[in-house]
């Protein structure tokens, strides 16, 4: 799985690792029951602090995304088509989705333009999802 992240952005690496894994188990790059690398593998390759990795799978581990046993490693547990989430996960999602509005509408934006971004996010990643997978017979989608 290639990701990348940006060492000078003000997003802190962990949280770009977790965005990043989060969007690709979106679009299906990670499927349920895929092996993630390990923590020490992930750090040697961006050259960063295995704590820095680790707080990335807890991230991930915390909202549902991956488990993590002593035998196979950290793998997905979650994506496209797994069924309806938890209530809890719903919730939690809800929350956060409602601070990100605030935050448009803090800034000045306004609603029917928030509604109108969110809308072309939306249909932008799955513009990407289907290009993403175009070319690849339906089974391995």
């Known amino acids: ?3 990348e992240v940006d060492p000078g952005a003000e997003v802190p690496l962990y949280q770009q690792i977790r965005d990043r894994l989060v969007e690709a188990i979106a679009a299906g790059a990670l499927r349920p029951g895929e092996a993630l690398s390990s923590v020490r593998a992930l750090a040697g390759a961006f050259g960063i602090n295995v704590a820095t990795v ?3 799978y807890d991230a991930l581990r915390r909202d549902g995304f991956i488990r993590t046993s002593s035998k196979s490693g950290s793998v997905v547990a979650r994506g496209p088509g797994s069924g309806d989430p938890a209530p809890p996960v719903v919730a939690d999602w809800s929350t956060r989705v409602r ?3 605030a935050e ?3 800034q000045g934006m306004d609603p029917a333009d928030v509604v109108a971004r ?3 996010e ?4 799955v513009r990407r999802q289907g290009a993403a997978g175009a070319g690849q017979p339906e089974r391995e989608r």
């Not at 939306?122 to 990643?125: P, S, T």
């Open 54 to 56: 680790s707080k990335a």
């Open 99 to 101: 601070t990100l509005l």
């Open 122 to 125: 939306v249909g932008e990643f």
């Open 104 to 106: 448009g509408l803090a």
């Open 1 to 3: 799985m290639l990701i």
């Open 118 to 120: 969110c809308h072309a």
